[in-house]
């Protein structure tokens, strides 16, 4: 059962760079998309942005300019950057899969509209 | 991209039914079968319920059910039960590539 750990320093200072990383375990992160979701404290879930294991990513276009999502397949893990952080980034910070399926394990991925493996989260605070 | 619409609080009885809505636009929930949505209990992470609309994962109790009609989407909790309160949020895919959730709604059993 796939499992995923997000990892990183729980405090980070104005104007610096939020950098976390996710571990996944039971699976590999390969021909898959991957994402990053906040929460700030007491509100609702942002979509970061995602990764597809070939390099390409998407980012919510409120925070494009200053995030970054990239991937290391020899380490199964993918992680976040968030540059020039206020404490309005303060947040708890998910990664999580996007569901997918793979007909006999064999031959294509069709993937699904949703996110069906979330970490346990990552509480980060912006604060000098 | 605009958030999707939530109230922010519905509450029931155990036994009865409750419906949250999720209001979106033309990009995002009107445009497209892609709505899903997710329970979190305090402290924890969100758990998928619902996805493409109407679809229950596995394991997922048939008490819960979700629709869509135009821009507005809807889960529905049957024989509500102490174990759903919590808190919701619904979900779409956007024309933008990428994903919109909603503001959340509290569920309270009463």
């Known amino acids: 059962q796939v499992q995923l750990q997000e990892s990183g320093p729980g405090l980070v200072k104005p104007s610096e760079t939020l950098s976390l990383t996710c571990t996944v375990s039971?699976?590999?992160?390969?021909?898959?998309?991957w994402s990053w979701i906040r929460q700030p404290p007491g509100k609702g879930l942002e979509w970061i942005g995602d990764?597809?294991?070939?390099?390409?990513?998407n980012y919510n276009p409120s925070l494009k300019s200053r995030v970054t999502i990239s991937a290391d397949t020899s380490k199964n893990q993918f992680s976040l950057n968030l540059n020039s952080v206020t404490a309005a980034d303060t947040a708890v910070y998910y990664c999580?899969?996007?569901?997918?399926?793979?007909?006999?394990?064999?031959?294509?991925?069709?993937?699904?509209?949703?996110?069906?493996?979330w970490g346990k989260g990552s509480t980060v605070t912006v604060s000098s | 991209q605009s958030a999707l619409t939530q109230p922010a609080s519905v509450s029931g009885s155990p036994g009865q039914s409750i419906t949250i809505s999720c209001t979106g636009t033309?990009?995002?929930?009107?445009?497209?079968?892609?709505v899903s949505w997710y329970q979190q209990y305090p402290g924890r992470a969100p758990k998928l319920m619902i996805y493409?609309?109407?679809d229950r994962p596995s394991g997922v109790s048939d008490r819960f059910s979700g629709s869509k009609s135009g821009n507005t989407a809807s889960l529905t909790i049957s024989g509500l039960q102490a174990e759903d309160e919590a808190d919701y949020y619904c979900?779409?895919?956007?024309?933008?590539?990428?994903?919109?959730f909603g503001g959340g709604t509290k569920v309270t059993v009463l």
């Open positions: 999580a899969r996007r569901g997918y399926s793979r007909p006999g394990n064999v031959g294509p991925y069709y993937y699904n509209y949703y996110m069906d493996v």
């Open positions: 039971g699976g590999s992160i390969s021909s898959k998309y």
């Open positions: 990764i597809y294991i070939s390099g390409s990513t």
């Open positions: 033309s990009s995002d929930v009107g445009g497209y079968k892609y």
């Open positions: 493409d609309v109407s």
């Open positions: 979900s779409s895919y956007t024309t933008s590539t990428s994903w919109v």
